[in-house]
């Protein structure tokens, strides 16, 4: 243990915590909250992993050559994972959330803990968000429910380099709560109250480092995929204000934060999946391919079906799916500033408008049609 992480583990001692699922984010945050001073049980879906981790403390697969805590130790089963926790977190791939919760729901019936989503995807089928799912599940107070999200490639955490993150809820006290627990020498959380901005933050940069890796495959070089960094995050924050999020939350390390250290990395499982199509895989070899879970591949269609619900234009995305879809050469991937033929005016709205933005224009418009309307629904743009 290293002199930093000895002078916080004080902060939360003895907190007993859960964390479901033990890939490479699931056991670094259990790292994260141990060396916090909780006392952390893992659930890991096979047997042998959770055998290791218990009695090794460490997760060959997923972090070579991590030594974990001490005070972490891991089960197979569910029931012994949740029993007595005070916070639970969450971190299966998010398709497989929904019936992991079902199997969580009986075992929480009775607890108040604060249940955390550390996923950074969406629902294919209802294109809904990690918290939405576990609200819907768990039929819980949304104020029980957070997310974290950031700058967190799950190998340099786990080396204790130097991180922040953001922790957001509707409750003000449930953030801070977690917060407190995930914290320690080498991991800083920030609080917000903004879960949509700051999942929807976690859920784009997957899309936009997808659109990395296929420019690194393709061969071309930095400043096409600066264009494409600023640019893409552009349509985050276009989509992000549309469902509802804050403008400042995608400046921040939920934000901009994690779309440039997961551009950067080689680490990313979603710019290692772009990498591939880049050099010409088609879906299913990439899909072949990766060993581990790179989210962006299943949220693309949703984010482009909730896009056009609410009439942001998100090109660079479009084209990242037409690349998956096999109907677009990864070479003629480019950071288009508008998809109709005018000459763009100004870098920061879609629609050739100066001022602060096309989605906070749109954003204003629906709640003011919303607002004509009765609350009855808003027209769409
Ligand atoms: N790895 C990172 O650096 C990182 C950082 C921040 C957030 N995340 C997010 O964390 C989430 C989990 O990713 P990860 O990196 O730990 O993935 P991973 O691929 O490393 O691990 C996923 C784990 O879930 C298990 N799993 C697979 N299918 C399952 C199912 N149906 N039910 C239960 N468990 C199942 C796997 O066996 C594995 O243990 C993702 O949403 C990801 O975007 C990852
Ligand atoms: O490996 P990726 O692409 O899933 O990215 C991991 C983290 O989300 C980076 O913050």
């Not at 994260?32 to 006392?39: H, S, V």
């Not at 926790?85 to 108040?112: F, G, H």
């Not at 950074?120 to 429910?145: F, N």
């Not at 992000?240 to 995608?250: I, R």
């Amino acid at each position: 243990m290293t002199r930093r992480t000895a002078l916080s583990r004080r902060e939360a001692s003895g907190l007993r915590v859960a964390v479901i699922g033990a890939g490479s984010w699931g056991t670094t945050f259990g790292k994260i909250l141990a060396d916090g001073g909780a006392q952390v049980t893992m659930w890991a879906r096979r047997p042998e992993l959770a055998q290791e981790i218990a009695e090794a403390k460490r997760n060959s697969q997923y972090l070579p050559g991590i030594n974990l805590p001490r005070a972490m130790t891991a089960t197979h089963q569910l029931a012994l994972a949740l029993d007595g926790a005070e916070q639970v977190y969450l971190s299966v791939p998010s398709q497989s959330l929904r019936e992991n919760l079902k199997a969580l729901r009986p075992l929480l019936a009775d607890s108040e803990a604060p249940v955390v989503s550390l996923m950074k995807g969406v629902e294919r089928r209802t294109g809904l968000r990690m918290s939405q799912v576990i609200e819907q599940e768990l039929r819980c107070d949304p104020d029980r429910i957070a997310v974290a999200s950031g700058p967190n490639l799950a190998l340099e955490i786990a080396r204790e380099q130097p991180t922040a993150a953001v922790i957001a809820s509707n409750s003000q006290e449930t953030a801070d709560a977690v917060a407190r627990a995930a914290r320690n020498g080498y991991f800083r959380s920030f609080v917000n109250t903004d879960v949509i901005g700051t999942e929807f933050g976690g859920v784009l940069k997957n899309l936009i480092a997808v659109a990395i890796g296929i420019v690194d495959g393709v061969g071309y070089g930095e400043n096409t995929k600066a264009s494409i960094i600023t640019r893409g995050l552009v349509e985050m924050t276009d989509f992000a204000v549309a469902n509802g999020a804050q403008p400042e939350t995608l400046q921040g390390l939920a934000g901009l934060g994690d779309l440039i250290a997961t551009c950067q990395s080689p680490l990313s499982r979603n710019n290692t999946a772009g990498r591939l199509l880049g050099q010409g895989y088609g879906y299913q070899d990439v899909v072949k391919q990766m060993q581990q879970t790179a989210e962006g591949l299943a949220s693309l269609a949703p984010v482009l079906q909730l896009a056009r619900a609410a009439g942001v234009e998100m090109p660079i995305v479009e084209q990242v799916k037409m690349v998956l879809d096999g109907t677009m050469d990864p070479r003629d991937i480019a950071p288009h500033l508008t998809t109709d033929d005018d000459t763009p005016q100004g870098e920061r709205t879609q629609n050739g408008q100066a001022g602060s933005g096309g989605a906070l224009r749109r954003a204003f418009q629906r709640a003011f049609d919303q607002f004509r309307h009765g609350g009855r629904g808003a027209a769409r743009d």
